[in-house]
Nanobody, 124 residues
Framework: EVALVESGGGLVQAGGSLRLSCAAS????????VGWFRQAPGKEREGISS???????YYVDSVKGRFTISSDNAKHTVYLQMNNLKPEDTGVYYC??????????????????WGQGTQVTVSS
């Protein structure tokens, strides 16, 4: 059974850091892409970062220089290190998986499998 499980969310003060994890199971392909998305209250879901099995990464402008995406293939886990967090980073963060490495951007329609989400709250 295919599954993605996010963890690492929480409450942090502005300027603080969190590291989100996305653990994958049930996948058999070596080619993949994983995207991180977030949905703030009252707003549409936004793709913020992605990585594929070729090591290509993407960041939306609002998180460049603050967030870093990485993968540990041995652990089937993708991480999102979030530094210098801002109140506007608050939202539910989701990871999603695509079974190919053609995907290089976090566009929701490209990803077939989704985790349940983890809440990130940044206080001012």
């Amino acid at each position: 059974e295919v599954a993605l499980v996010e963890s690492g969310g929480g409450l942090v003060q502005a300027g603080g850091s969190l590291r989100l994890s996305c653990a994958a199971s049930g996948f058999t392909r070596d080619d993949y892409a994983v995207g991180w998305f977030r949905q703030a209250p009252g707003k549409e879901r936004e793709g913020i970062s992605s990585i594929n099995s070729l090591g290509r990464t993407y960041y939306v402008d609002s998180v460049k220089g603050r967030f870093t995406i990485s993968s540990d293939n041995a652990k089937h886990t993708v991480y999102l290190q979030m530094n210098n967090l801002k109140p506007e980073d608050t939202g539910v963060y989701y990871c999603a998986y695509a079974a190919n490495n053609i995907v290089v951007v976090p566009v929701a329609e490209f990803y077939a499998y989704w985790g349940q989400g983890t809440q990130v709250t940044v206080s001012s």
